[in-house]
Structures are given as C-alpha cells and as structure tokens.
C-alpha cells in the first residue's frame, strides 16, 4: 500500500471533489517527527479557493475526513496530522514488500534508456589514491540505482593514459629508472621516478623541455618511447584491476584519452566546416554564448589538442556507438567550467542530445585541510587503506566470532564496506577530511552498523529455523514495529529520488534511519517467543533484512548472512 496514494484518494472523495488524486498527492508531506502523525496535508493552497485562513480550513478537513484506513485525524495550525491502522496499512505493505521480493524498490521509467557514465579515470603509471575513491565508488552507485530504474547502463573508465606527463615519466625512468625495481613493483616506482623529475625540474627547469619533447616522440609513435609507454600502461590496468575487484567495480570500455587520438582531427575539421574555429592569440578557440564562460580552447599556438578536443571527440564517439539518453560525467567539481565548455560547443553544433550530458560533481578528500597532490607527494593510496581495513575487520572477527565460517571473505566485504560507506554517505558536494580513524570505525553510522544490523535479521530468521522466504504477516498494532513499518514503505521513493538527484547519499542516509528503526524494535520486543503472532514478526524481519541487503547493494556493499 502506498500510503500517500491511500489519504489523497480518501482527500478527494470526501473534501477536494474538484481535485485530481495526484493533485492532493502532490502536496502530502511526511511530519520531521513521529509525534505529529504519518503523514500531513497542508492548506496554504486551499485558501484563496476557499476563501478561508489555513488554520481554519484544516479544522473543517479534520472533522470531515474519516475512513477506516486512520485512527486519528486532527489539525495543527494549518496542517491536517493523520495516523494510519498499523495493523490494516502495515499487512498491505508487507504484502507488497514480500510479493515484489528482489524487485522492492525498482521503477520501469528508465526501460528502453540508455546511460552512459564516464567515471574512475586513474593516470597510468600512478597510484590509485583516495582521491579516486569518490568519482568510483559514486559513480558505481549511481549506475546501480540507474539499472534499479530501469536504464541499461554503460560505465567507462576513461583512463588518463595520455599527456605531457608521459613525457615526464619517460624522461625520468632514463635517467633514474631501474628497469629490474620498476618489474618488481612497478607503479611504485614510476610514482618514486614521478615525484623526483618535479623535484629536480624544480632546480632544472631544462627538465620540463625534455618532458615535452619525450612526449612529442610518443605521439610522432618513437618505437622505444612508445614500448615504454605500453609497458607502463599495461602494469597499471593490472594493479587498478586488482583494486576494482577489492570494490566490485566492473566497467564496460576502458576506452581512455589515447583512444581518441585519431578521432581529434575530425572534430578540429568539423568545427571548422561550422565556422566555429577563431584564432585567438595564435590558438585555435570556440567562442561561447554563455559570457560567463572562457572561450573553449581546442588547439594550442604549437598545434597540440587539448582535453576539450579529446572530450569532444569521445563525446561524439560515445552517442555513436551507445546511443545514450543521458551522459553522466562523474568527475570532481572542479571541472565545472570545462564539461559547461564542452557541453556548450556541442550545442553551436547542433547536436541536441547535448542537453542530456550532465556533469555530477563532487567534492575532495583532503589531507590536512589540503587537495592531495601527486606531484607533491600529498597522496594517500587506496589499496592501502582498503588492506588496513580489511585487516582491522579481520581482528574483530577473530575477537568476537573467532569460528565464523568464511571469516576471511567477511571480513574483506566488512572492510571494503566501511571504506565505501564512509564515502558514500555524505553529500557527494562536501569535501571529506582523510581520517583513517573515522573511517574504520566500526560503530556509530558505519556500514559494519548496516551489515551487522542485516546479519543480526537473517540470525534470527536462522534461529526460528526458516531460511526461505515469508507471507504470512496478519498485522501488528505496536508503535515499535509500525516505525519499521513506515521506514520499510519508503525505500521505492527513496530509490527514485537517489537517482534523480544523483545522490547516493539519500539511500545511505536511508539505509541508516531503518537500522536505527529495527535496532529499536528488536531491542523492545522478544520476536521468538512462540505466539500465535511469531510468524508475522518474522515476515517483518524478513522484509527488513531484503531491504537492507538490497539498498547495501545499490551502494556497492555486500551484505554478509552471519558477522
């Protein structure tokens, strides 16, 4: 039962006769707190048409309205507070949740659609970081709760496998590199050969003009130049590919920016065609509608294409081949000007599906109040904190659970999960401090909360021997159990605003307030007890424990049976 359907459609039977059903729905709200009842209607809008103060139109409603679905109807101010049967409303919500099963939460709107999401996008030769952690972990959500709407998703990791930077490397692996250390551990070496040109060029500054010649042979296709560049490529796909597995992060193209090295020309050409091209201080430009804009930079006064050229190109690239109904570009904000750019020169040249690409900012992880830096030295490897988490997860196992089966696969889905969900649960706009404390914390507003919660559902399903799943729910009336009720009904809406807001953090946030619920009533109420009521307690743990798992799912978590 959707609740809010149920009171608009009593609403207009019995006072707004001149209303639509989805009119009334529309204004319904959800009270900040229980005390004030399930749900509200307010009577700002009613007014004008009735020609009456608010406060006096939720009186007259509160005394018409009456149906058996409410046990109590009152106004406060200029709102109309009502309170559902827990026993009548509960069954048909449960109903519904266990009829739908792995389905609760789903919507069709997205069927027939395509998104693409361009997200991750680690350097080659450089180590994955937390400064990576956000574009993929989000991004992996935000695909999940597309596919939970419907759309077919396409997720691309566009590696930076191209640039001066490359040149820089080369330079420095000749001159310091030690090809025996590099095979060893190769992207910590090329990090260590990384940071010291910077250091050197620091003093050198003969050094950058090396690292911009060594680049120019790459892209001219130098056999040695370009066999070290491969080299260098292909270690770091296999060690980000390691870390993607410890995530759960699939992709389906790893097309990067070398990718589109032979598709820039015809952009450049095509811009041309459209008489877009100015020549702006010796560089090729777009000028831009919007004033506030710089103009879009696509060939430099030496030639060289630029990040919007290969933008464009992949751009381009991707609705050929995918057809997409949206573009998601899930890469930090402060990119906000450049994907405007992009998106507004797509725009000059006609290509309507422009309006469909969409940047999804966020904000940094920072070290000491600062953005972390490669080149200086300020990073915090991923892998690094997911081993230490896993570890951390793993000793709590061994001191609480000593003989728990699959201890070493558990501990690994609780401490991915802690790294994810630390992520995860903020506004995807706020900057996050780097705490490793905070981020293992294993109690408080964590994932590990959210596993256990959904492992303590399923040991109590275990300990009332029913493994398989349950119907029978005739209704409970206790406030405790109501509150799960109401948080359970939620999650469809919640699933569909996570997606149209792009916000992973509402189904987090979510996720926490029906723990907080089922923590309460689990601790209120003896679920085992051997009543005539015990199967429908259980039938409601069992929708709990779904719903859980399904939400940690869509947030890139895995949900273990025992902790």
Known sequence: MDLVSALAKELKSQVLTSWTEEEVSMLIETPKHTHMGDLAFPCFR????????????????????????????????????????????????????????????????????TIVLDMSSPNIAKPFSMGHLRSTVIGNAIANLAGNCGYETVKINYIGDWGTQFGKLIVAFKKWGDEEKVRENPIAELFTLYKKFHEEAATDPSLEDEGRKAFKLLEEGDEEITTLWKWFKSESLEAFKTIYSLLGVEFDSYNGEAFFNDKMEAVVDLLEEHKLLEISQGAKVVRLKDETLPPCLIKKTDGATLY??????????????????????????????????????????GYEWA??????????????????????????????????????????????????????????????????????????????????????????????????????????????GLSSSLSNYDGLDDPASWEVIKKLRLFPETVERAWKNYAPSIVAKYLLELAKSFNSYYGNTKIINGDQQQETRLTLVYAVAMVLSKGLSILGIESPDEM
């Open 308 to 349: 919007a050229t290969r933008d464009l190109a992949a751009a381009l690239y991707r609705q050929r081949e995918y057809s997409f109904d949206e573009a998601l570009y899930v890469v930090g904000q402060e990119q906000t000007v450049h994907f405007k750019q992009v998106k507004e020169v797509l725009e000059q040249l």
């Open 46 to 113: 009613l007014a004008k048409e009735w020609r009456k103060a608010p406060a006096a139109i939720a009186e007259e409603i509160a005394e018409s309205l009456h149906s058996s679905l409410l046990t109590h109807v009152e106004a406060a101010g200029p709102y109309v507070n009502v309170r559902f049967n827990p026993v009548v409303a509960g069954r048909e919500i449960i109903k519904n949740i266990i009829t739908e099963g792995s389905r609760y939460g789903d919507h069709t709107f997205g069927e027939g659609k």
């Open 355 to 464: 309006h469909n690409m969409k940047h999804i900012p966020f904000g940094l992880y920072l070290k000491d109040g600062k953005k972390m830096s490669t080149r200086k030295g300020r990073v915090i490897l991923l892998e690094e904190v997911l081993q230490e988490a896993i570890a951390m997860a793993e000793k709590n196992i061994k001191q609480k659970n000593p003989d728990l089966k699959d201890g070493a696969k558990v501990a690994r889905d609780v401490g991915v999960g802690a790294v994810i969900f630390h992520d995860v649960k903020n506004d995807r706009m706020n900057d996050i401090e780097f705490s490793l404390e905070h981020m293992l914390t294993f109690e408080g507003e964590t994932g590990p909360y959210l596993q256990y919660t959904h492992a303590r559902a399923r040991s109590i399903l275990r300990k009332a």
